[in-house]
């Protein structure tokens, strides 16, 4: 299956910095949307990436508009990730898809309402209590990528790190 994870204007580079490195050792390709929240080049962006650059497929997005024109939301399996979404992303049966699109939103304000409104029944939430705002974005990246891998057995992937062999 491929996975496509769009950061939505992201802000701090340290988190999609993580992100890339999550999409480069799952095979995920990444969309970034902008505008972004630092440079491309960002000291920070790269720290956190570490030496995974070029190992990840990376395209960019001029605007949210400019994605969903290309990558049409009625013509392929997208799915918001939101803290105000109506359902689990462990409930959402991911594993009869060739392909799947998970939309993040900023760090400070999450996807536009609008867009959640339009495609509610393809929006999904880590569960969580009641009394804290969110997840941090890389880690919510990093559980949804994991479940859809989870749902599809794996396949791709090695299970035993060249490291410790």
């Known amino acids: 299956m491929k996975i496509n994870v769009v950061m939505v204007e992201p802000e701090i580079p340290q988190n999609t910095g993580n992100i890339a490195r999550t999409c480069a050792a799952t095979g995920a390709k990444l969309h970034l949307v902008h505008p972004l929240g630092f440079s491309i080049s960002d000291k920070y962006l790269k720290r956190a990436g570490l030496d995974y650059w070029d190992k990840v497929e990376i395209e960019e997005h001029e605007s949210l508009s400019s994605f969903l024109e290309k990558y049409k939301p009625e013509e392929n399996n997208m799915f918001y990730a939101s803290t105000k979404a109506q359902h689990c992303y462990a409930d959402v049966d991911f594993s009869n898809m060739d392909e799947v699109f998970i939309l993040f ?3 400070t ?3 536009p309402e609008d867009l ?3 495609y509610i ?3 999904i939430r880590i569960p969580m209590l009641g009394n804290l705002r969110s997840l941090n974005l890389s880690n919510s ?3 949804i990528v994991y479940e859809v891998l989870r749902q599809g057995k794996f396949d791709n992937l ?3 790190s060249k490291y410790f062999s």
């Open 105 to 107: 939103g900023k760090e």
């Open 158 to 160: 090695n299970q035993i």
């Open 141 to 143: 990246v990093a559980i």
């Open 109 to 111: 304000k999450g996807l």
């Open 121 to 123: 029944d393809n929006t």
């Open 116 to 118: 959640l409104q339009k």
